[in-house]
């Protein structure tokens, strides 16, 4: 497993009044963040494609990885070193027929679903969401106790998602997730402020 996965921050793109998906992600990896999954659901494969290609170019320059929402195609076509999928979005065990050995991750609501995902040879899952969050509508919130639960019958990596925040990063941890994926607290207001936050509260637990 490609170690930006453990321990580590995801940054999730997502709408902005002012800054482009571009310009998000290289505020977020001045701050430090290795790891940026572009999620743009509103723009045609073509724009999303350009945009995919952009992030590698940019990320590059950094060191830092770049993980694909829902398109293997594009993940492929980019170099991405992963691809996300959702539970309705291209079909696991065909994605890993076509991703060549790179990284595939699945969000999961549920231990079956975990379960599911890590059975048909996912190499990392999203959980979540883990608190209450308005960025995506993923049903009710699990909380840390699921989180503790679910770590004891999934070996593979899991990254919390759902509401994180600096303040809590300490306690999701502590339950066990590998990473985190956070896109509101880190596009509301400051964006390299909050990204640098998440990562010196990331460093202290580290220690």
Known sequence: MKPF???GICFITGPHPQ????DQAKLVLK???KWVQLRDKECTRERLYCRAHRL???LDKYGAALTINDYPDIALAVDADSVHLGQDDFPLPDAKKIMGGKIIGVSTHSL???EAAEKDGADYIGFGPIFETKTKDAGKPKG???LKELRK???IPTVAIGGIRAENLKDIFKAG???VAVSGAILEGDVFENAKRFMEELGRIKK
Not at 19 to 22: C, F, N, T, V
């Open 144 to 146: 840390i106790a699921q």
């Open 19 to 22: 800054l482009a998906l571009a």
């Open 56 to 58: 590698r170019t940019l």
């Open 153 to 155: 019958h999934i070996s």
């Open 177 to 179: 997730a590998d990473a």
């Open 5 to 7: 996965l453990i321990p």
């Open 112 to 114: 079956e679903e975990a």
């Open 31 to 33: 701050a430090g963040i």
